[in-house]
């Protein structure tokens, strides 16, 4: 079945320096890919929608310039966090889309910012 | 480790006709259940939640209800319509020594027809 490995699955990181995401499709290729973010006591909260080739659509209230997406193939997106700050811990977790097929979600990535 | 399991897709329908979507989870602990719902182009809908045993979830005129002693949080709704073609996971998140988390089912697709 289609596999989506995301790492790191948990990150601890010193405030003021970025994070990358990596979310990887293994056996299929990915024509979107989603990106979600868990906020305290809260379910999943869509950050941002990527195609590959082009530039990613934020949703609103994402800062792009803090959370920058890239979907440079049809089988790897990364998300970065840069200038990390306390307030941006969360849970992070990406989806991936097989067009006609669905969607398989990664395994998260729980980002500690101290 | 923990795992949601639900029935497999794709499901059609005819409008009006009643639907079930089972869902059974493994975890430790208690954690909280989810339903969330994927139309197509857009990223995941929280549809309703349960955080302990014996809540129910409903909205939209979907319900789920959160059953311990079987390990299942099965959505129903009574009269489908085409509108609630979608794909619908089933979720569960709970809080480890690292953090918040959420584990995904693989998805069901829904097709409903007039």
């Known amino acids: 079945g289609a596999v989506v490995s995301q790492h790191p699955s948990r990150v601890i990181c010193k405030s003021g320096t970025s994070v990358k995401i990596e979310c990887r499709s293994l056996?299929?290729?990915?024509?979107?890919m989603f990106w979600y973010r868990q906020f305290p006591k809260q379910s999943l909260m869509l950050m941002a929608t990527?195609?590959?080739?082009?530039?990613?659509?934020?949703e609103q209230g994402v800062e792009k310039d803090k959370f920058l997406i890239n979907h440079a193939s049809l089988t790897l997106s990364t998300l970065t966090v840069t200038s990390a700050h306390p307030e941006d811990s969360s849970f992070y977790i990406c989806?991936?889309?097989?067009?006609?097929?669905?969607?398989?979600f990664g395994s998260g990535t729980r980002l500690t910012v101290v | 480790g923990d795992s949601v399991t639900q029935m497999e897709g794709p499901v059609t329908l005819s409008e009006e006709a009643f639907l079930t979507i089972n869902c059974t989870y493994t975890?430790?602990?208690?954690?909280?259940l989810f339903w969330y719902v994927q139309y197509p182009g857009e990223g995941l809908q929280l549809l309703l939640k349960?955080?302990?045993?014996?809540d129910k979830g409903s909205n939209k005129g979907f319900e789920a209800t959160y059953r311990k002693e079987t390990t299942s949080f099965h959505l129903e709704k009574g009269s489908v319509q085409v509108s609630d073609s979608a794909v619908y996971f089933c979720a569960l998140s709970h809080r480890d020594n690292y953090g918040q988390n959420f584990v995904f089912g693989p998805g069901t697709r829904l097709s409903v027809l007039p």
């Open positions: 349960a955080t302990k045993a014996d």
């Open positions: 989806s991936a889309e097989r067009r006609d097929h669905g969607y398989t």
């Open positions: 990527s195609n590959e080739g082009s530039k990613a659509t934020y």
């Open positions: 975890a430790t602990g208690y954690p909280s």
């Open positions: 056996d299929f290729q990915a024509t979107t």
